[in-house]
Every structure is written in structure tokens, then in C-alpha cells.
């Protein structure tokens, strides 16, 4: 029996980036993952920190519930011109050795977030090039292992509201109803 969400919104689709230790990673990728993915910048001085945090919190008490491994924590820089591979390791590093960043083109980073119906806006007009903040939304994406979007948490959720547990077990239950 399949079972389908009906009125769900199109979020995702294919995208082609590199992850922090420079491989190439597609969505296909990470097929058979559940993904906790969060779109943001490593000069962002306030907001995408604190929404790292709480998907990392999320990523350990579903790893307690549900095995290690089984929960992907995701940051996708916005930011290609200042985010390189080595400053999204580092950067990613102070969080987690669990967090994996992406990073890519101005143009696949446009593209990836236009899947996602991310919002982001370099300004056009700053004094330092290096200096500058990103106006973006602040959404994160819950992923099946069947690559399909499941939910998204926005920054007023506490990490004690993200659901993914009810989203797994749901997605277990309809895989093996005998469980």
C-alpha cells in the first residue's frame, strides 16, 4: 500500500554540491537517510548558530531513540563567495563532527535554494566585501530516506518541538505495519 501526503508542498529535488571535505554529493546521496537540513551562512552572527544547535540537540535524542546514524544533520552555506570547503569544516567542526556542510557554485547554491524555496539576499551595497550579512529565510527541512520532504520546523520551534521521532516512527509503521 503506498501512502501519499496529498497538498504537501514541492520542496527539493535533485541538487549537485560538495560537501566540506570536497566530494561531490547529489541528492541520491544521501538516499536511505533521514536529513535535517538547515540553509544558512558561517558569518551569521545570531541566528543560524542557535538553529545548528537545536538541530544537532534534535539529531541526538533521535540517535538516542533510534540508532546512531540514523538522522543527517545538514548546514548548506548561502554564502559561496566567503564559504569555502575548509571554512564550512572548521565552522561545522564547532558544532559537531555529526553536522556535514555543503557548499557550492553562487549558481548551484541558487539553484538548491530555489528547490527548497529558500529565501536569501546579498546586499548589493557593503563597505568591506568580507563584511557583510545575508538576509535569508530561516527554515529547517525534514527528508525521508525516500528523498521525499516531510516537514519543516521554522526558527519559533524549540528543539523539543521538531517532530522527526513522530515522522519516523509514522514512516516505519507504514514500511513494516507489523512493528
Given at each position: ?83 569555502c ?40 551595497i ?18 525521508s530516506?525516500?528523498a ?32
Amino acid at each position: 500500500t503506498e501512502v501519499r501526503n496529498v497538498g504537501a508542498p514541492k520542496l527539493g529535488g535533485p541538487f549537485s554540491l560538495v560537501d566540506m571535505h570536497g566530494r561531490p554529493v547529489t541528492q541520491a546521496s544521501f538516499r536511505g537517510r533521514w536529513l535535517l537540513m538547515y540553509f544558512g551562512f558561517n558569518h551569521c552572527p545570531e541566528i543560524c548558530p542557535d538553529e545548528l544547535d537545536k538541530i544537532l540537540k534534535v539529531t541526538g535524542l533521535v540517535e538516542q531513540r533510534h540508532g546512531a546514524g540514523c538522522l543527517q544533520p545538514i548546514y548548506i552555506t548561502l554564502d559561496p563567495e566567503r564559504d569555502c570547503c575548509r571554512s564550512v569544516r572548521e565552522h561545522s567542526a564547532e558544532f559537531s563532527p555529526k553536522l556535514l556542510g555543503l557548499i557550492g557554485t553562487p549558481q548551484q547554491i541558487e539553484k538548491t535554494a530555489r528547490l527548497w524555496r529558500v529565501y536569501f539576499n546579498r546586499p548589493d551595497i557593503y563597505d568591506n566585501k568580507d563584511d557583510y550579512l545575508l538576509d535569508h529565510s530561516i527554515i529547517t527541512y525534514l527528508m525521508s530516506p525516500d528523498a521525499e520532504f516531510v516537514a519543516y520546523y521554522s526558527k519559533d520551534f524549540t528543539f523539543e518541538d521538531v517532530a522527526v521521532d513522530r515522522h519516523i516512527e509514522k514512516y516505519n509503521k507504514v514500511r513494516d505495519p507489523f512493528q
